[in-house]
């Protein structure tokens, strides 16, 4: 079901208009390198009339009821739905990914709306006797303003599903920074939004292939009041530099280098299909992708075998065939980097049980790819893979394992698999990450808090935190 022609002009005061000199950019299909959209290319005069767009529509958005913003939401979660079959592909078109992960990714990304359609009613805040008796302690939570989200490519639907559900819901307005490669996803959930009623101004999305230009100007103007940035660690730490000059609220989903243990009292079955979710979904481009394996030794034989033969059976191909498992990753560079990582690897002694060739012909495809005799020091252990690449490495014992899984100066997730509980719980509890999945490869879910610590990020996204990112805290101590 289509609701018209695809959108690709800027998101601004509820009108769609071209960018500044009419200047636009291709979007490029992975699978082949052509170009299949160009997109309006907004310069910063176009961030700042969306930042003031949203301006003007913040008092009166915050001031509509709770229940009426829920059920904007929720009409929002109910067309996205409806739409879904058609948003999975054009995420196809644009990220590459396979298919099936491209749906998975639109009914995650509408959750979001539904989660917090339900969380709009429920922004709760505290009244309390002050210890000493002499007054009362009121705390509300007020919408922060307008906020500026920044959105990468791996997840287009999702990632930005997951910062303006609960910006809405708290009462803010926002102005959208999607990704270069993949902007007709974002536009294409705009106008969703538009047709579930949001008013003018509440949600401006503002495509560009010159990023910073126009985010320098969106954070340096005194309307803006929140950055929410989901991206790599490099662009994060720079932004926050920028931000730190305004004293402005930030909320930051970072890197990942997730470590994928596995106990010789596992169910191996279990370890090898959470390893596939972990590290295949997305075919490996997502910041909680299990990107170093650690296998206890007196198993290593055996889980390597098995996660062999079902990375084998992955077949690799344009993302929009049916059957096809692992689509092209999204640009050269990023399959450039895969590559050489992977050789890096190779030259320092790991051997490839699977995969590890650049196929010829068009797209930026990458294979299933297994390593094992991976050295500790290696590259491909510190850094993101960002792609379908599992290395291995063995462990003897469980204090050993906590070591190198820490050994990181990032800390989004990790996953354990053992069949021992207690030990995966107390394993858990050593663990540098904000998230653990434990006997489980998939951890993202609209009602649980997802981010990380260390250099991951700062702050939570979804749970009942989602809402609280885009609230301020006012105390206010009363006598009567
Ligand atoms: P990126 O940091 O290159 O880009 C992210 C966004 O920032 C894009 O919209 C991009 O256009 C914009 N950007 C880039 N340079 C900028 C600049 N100088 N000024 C302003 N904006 C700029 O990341 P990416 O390659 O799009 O995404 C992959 C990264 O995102 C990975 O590191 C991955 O781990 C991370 N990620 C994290 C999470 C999470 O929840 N923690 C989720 C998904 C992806």
Known sequence: MSAGPLPTDCFIAGEWRGAEGGRRFDVTDPATGMPIETVADASPADGLAAVAAAHAALDAWSQVAPRQRAEVLRRAFELMTARGEELARLVVRENGKALTDARGEVTYAAEFFRWNSEEAVRNSGEFVTAPAGTNRILVLRQPIGVALLITPWNFPAAMLTRKIGPALAAGCTVVCKPARETPLTALAIAGILEAAGVPPGVVNVVPSARPGPLIDAAIADGRVHKLSFTGSTEVGRMLLAK???????????????????????????????????????????????????????????????????????????????????????????????????????????????????????????????????????????????????????????????????????????????????????????????????????????PAAPFGGVKQSGLGREGGHEGMNEYLETKYVACSW
Do not use: H, W
């Open 243 to 445: 931000a730190s000059e305004r004293i402005l609220s930030c909320s930051m989903e970072l890197g990942g280098n997730a470590p994928f243990i596995v106990f010789a009292d596992a169910d191996l079955d279990a370890a090898v299909a959470g390893a596939m979710v972990a590290k295949m979904r997305n075919g490996g481009e997502a910041c909680t992708a299990a990107n170093r394996f650690y296998v206890e030794e007196a198993v290593a034989a055996e889980f390597s075998r098995l996660l062999v033969a079902a990375m084998g059976a992955v077949r690799m191909g344009n993302g929009l065939d049916e059957g096809v498992g692992l689509g092209p990753l999204v640009n050269a560079d990023t399959r450039d980097k895969v590559a050489g990582l992977v050789a890096g690897a190779l030259d320092s002694g790991a051997r490839a049980l699977t995969g590890g060739v650049v196929p010829e012909g068009p797209g930026y495809f990458y294979p299933a790819t297994v390593l094992d005799r991976v050295g500790p020091g290696s590259a491909i252990l510190q850094e993101e893979i960002f792609g379908p690449v599992a290395p291995i490495v063995t462990f003897t014992s469980e204090s050993e394992v906590i070591a190198l899984a820490n050994d990181s100066i990032l800390g989004l997730v990790s996953y354990i698999y053992t069949g021992d509980l207690a030990r995966g719980l107390r394993v858990a509890e050593a663990l540098e990450t904000g998230m653990v999945g434990l006997n489980r490869g998939l951890v993202s879910d």
